[in-house]
């Protein structure tokens, strides 16, 4: 079945890398997004990429997309207070008109 | 771009009462899909609708809840009776075309009394 797992929290430093991890099972993805949640907004889309690309490079963002152990990681170089939010990772997978799976967030805290 | 709008932002209201939540896609996008978000279950997938027709309803949890779209500028999403438990933030998102990205809009947040 369909399923994407991330872990639940990850506190780091202000200046300092973040890595998010996330696992997902459907073999068939084509792409996999990961979106930004701030306390009482929606879901932001940071950034996404094509299941045949092994990386993504968008200023501090770097997408790393292991299609063989199906896990993908979002790092956030010299990460800020700004930051501080709730990280979704989805996938969608190649049937039409199918909505996205999503995990269940990791919390991003960053402290200065 | 407006970006996708929905309406109200909160809404607190006794159970038992009719809730109607509304949803204004980004013009041109063909798919629509109604979320709920709560910290024990997370974001799930309610319904979404291509080209206004209903493709995918199998998250509704009961038949209290109905959503439709009459026209391609506007959904609603409705809970007849509403209990204590459907009390969450619900979210309306909308993709251009297939694979591509869903856009959120803000959410409404529902307290049921």
């Known amino acids: 079945g369909e399923d994407v797992e991330q872990s639940l929290f990850l506190s780091v430093r202000e200046g300092d890398s973040s890595v998010i991890n996330c696992t997902y099972t459907d073999s068939s993805s084509t792409y996999l997004y990961w979106y930004k949640q701030e306390p009482g907004a929606g879901l932001q889309l940071l950034t996404y990429i094509f299941s045949n690309m092994d990386m993504k490079q968008d200023q501090r963002l770097t997408v790393l997309l292991n299609k063989k152990d199906k896990h993908l990681s979002l790092r956030i170089a010299d990460t800020q207070t700004g930051d501080s939010a709730i990280y979704f990772c989805a996938e969608s997978i190649s049937q039409a008109g199918t909505a996205l799976i999503f995990g269940k967030g990791t919390t991003l805290s960053v402290s200065s | 771009d407006a970006g996708v709008i929905q309406s109200p932002r909160h809404e607190v209201t006794e159970m038992g009462q009719e809730v109607t939540l509304r949803c204004k896609p980004i013009?041109?996008?063909?798919?629509l899909f109604w979320y709920r978000q709560t910290m024990m279950r997370g974001l799930e997938l309610l319904i979404y609708?291509?080209?206004?027709?209903?493709?995918?309803d199998s998250g509704m949890p009961e038949d209290r809840f109905s959503a439709k779209m009459p026209n391609a500028s506007f959904s609603t999403l409705k809970i007849q009776p509403s209990e204590p438990r459907d009390s969450a933030v619900y979210f309306c998102?909308?993709?251009?075309?297939?694979?591509?990205?869903?856009?959120f809009g803000d959410g409404t947040r529902l307290s049921i009394l």
């Open positions: 013009s041109g996008h063909n798919s």
């Open positions: 609708f291509n080209n206004n027709v209903p493709i995918d």
């Open positions: 998102a909308t993709q251009d075309r297939q694979n591509q990205p869903q856009h």
